[in-house]
């Protein structure tokens, strides 16, 4: 498949996103608050960062505000159109990180927790964003945490927010006997 480039709704000339759930700036004159010319936007491809439950996420500038956006939401934004209203985003492998265009689609939020169900993502209780890790994931995060290494790259390991890594690391949400 090739990738293909897609203006982001609203956001005509400054970003684009790809069918394979890429953003991009583009090149661009930047001004300051007076109007005058101080800068010059190469453009080039954004770093997404991952949000709750693992979906990718994006910062967009315009007119001296950030705003952030979820990539799959964008995708479809600019492919298939809007959101009709009472419908979700779902991703069909259950993967919220995989944002090719092939794995969206709208549906209804029973069609999407039918999804999440078949593929075992759905959340269950106060431990809803921990419902894959393993007490033995849980208990070699504690483990290397307590050797350094950073929320962050833990979140990345395992799939879930860094904030999520914080909270196992100091009791808050899954205590053992």
């Known amino acids: ?9 609203d956001y005509e000339g400054l970003y684009e996103v790809s069918n394979f759930g890429s953003v991009r ?10 109007g005058m010319p101080v800068g010059k936007n190469s453009g080039k491809i954004l770093t997404l960062s991952i949000g709750l ?23 479809m934004l600019a492919f298939v159109g809007p959101r009709p209203k009472g419908m979700d985003i779902c991703h069909n492998d259950g993967d919220a990180s995989n944002n090719l265009i092939t794995n969206l689609r709208y549906d209804t939020r ?5 999804d999440k169900l078949l593929h075992g ?17 849980i208990h070699e995060i504690k483990k290397l945490r307590s050797e350094g290494k950073k929320c962050r790259e833990l979140g990345e390991v395992y799939g879930v927010h860094k904030v999520y890594i914080s909270q196992i690391c100091r009791g808050v949400v899954r205590k053992f006997s």
């Open 121 to 137: 993502t759905h959340q269950r209780g106060e431990n809803a964003p921990f419902h894959k890790l393993t007490d033995s994931q």
């Open 53 to 75: 439950r693992g979906r990718r996420q994006v910062m967009l500038y315009k007119n001296r505000k950030y705003q952030c956006f979820k990539v799959h939401a964008l995708v």
């Open 110 to 114: 029973a069609g999407n927790f039918a």
């Open 25 to 34: 700036s583009l090149p661009r004159v930047v001004c300051n608050k007076d």
């Open 1 to 9: 498949m090739e990738e293909i480039w897609k203006a982001v709704p």
